[in-house]
């Protein structure tokens, strides 16, 4: 079977640094993708990790271990608009299918 | 550029109906994936459309089906509506040359009664 386990919530203050953790068991890996998803809103595009190491994009940065089956989301300088649904997603190949995780809601307090 | 849109934005149905949904993709866009999202998880891959050819299927029976139009603009088809359907459906493009990040609508809320 393919599974993604990630917390179900994070609370964190504003200007506060948060780590959301994935791990995954698949049938195939090509990469993990995060994404953040607003109340009502679309899933938008974090991140994606292809190879080890770790992405950084502004104040999101994301890291992945191959060996590991282990990727995490940091966001740094918390804001309150971050405060949103964040997922996990693995393909298994490139541009095919994306395997959700269940999410972590992230709530971001002043 | 216009980003991916969809429609309706809800619609409500009655068991065994069939309803359509609709994608149109970004500008530029050749792949076209669809999701459905239960509330309180995250989206599951039904299947994805690559010029006009389905690419990939999800854990979904036959009664959820599919087009791509050589506009790249796709439907989701369901047949025999149950409860169960109800759910938040999302279409994604993406583009050849940016495979992996994949550009989602807004998605339209079907309740089934």
């Known amino acids: 079977g393919q599974s993604l386990e990630q917390p179900s919530e994070v609370t964190a203050v504003e200007g506060a640094i948060v780590q959301i953790n994935c791990t995954y068991q698949?049938?195939?890996?090509?990469?993990l993708s995060w994404y953040q998803q607003h109340d009502g809103g679309a899933p938008t595009f974090l991140s994606y990790?292809?190879?080890?190491g770790l992405e950084e994009t502004g104040r999101f940065s994301s890291f992945l271990s191959r060996s590991d089956s282990y990727g995490y989301l940091l966001l740094q300088e918390l804001q309150m608009k971050d405060s949103a649904s964040y997922f996990c997603?693995?393909?298994?190949?490139?541009?095919?299918?994306?395997?959700f995780g269940k999410g972590t809601t992230l709530s971001v307090s002043s | 550029e216009t980003g991916v849109t969809q429609s309706p934005t809800h619609l409500i149905k009655t068991r065994g109906q069939q309803v359509t949904l609709r994608c149109s993709s970004q500008?530029?866009?050749?792949?076209v994936s669809w999701y459905q999202q239960a509330l309180g998880q995250g989206p599951q891959f039904i299947f994805q459309y690559y010029r006009e050819e389905e690419n990939g299927r999800g854990n979904f029976p036959p009664r959820f089906s599919g087009l791509q139009f050589p506009n790249y603009s796709s439907e989701l088809n369901v047949n025999a509506l149950e409860l169960d359907d109800s759910a938040l459906y999302l279409c994604?493009?993406?583009?050849?040359?940016?495979?992996?990040?994949?550009?989602f609508g807004p998605g339209t809320r079907l309740t089934v009664l």
């Open positions: 994604a493009s993406s583009s050849t040359a940016a495979k992996n990040e994949q550009f």
């Open positions: 990790n292809a190879l080890d």
């Open positions: 500008s530029g866009h050749n792949t």
């Open positions: 698949t049938s195939g890996f090509y990469g």
């Open positions: 997603a693995v393909s298994d190949q490139a541009g095919t299918a994306l395997i």
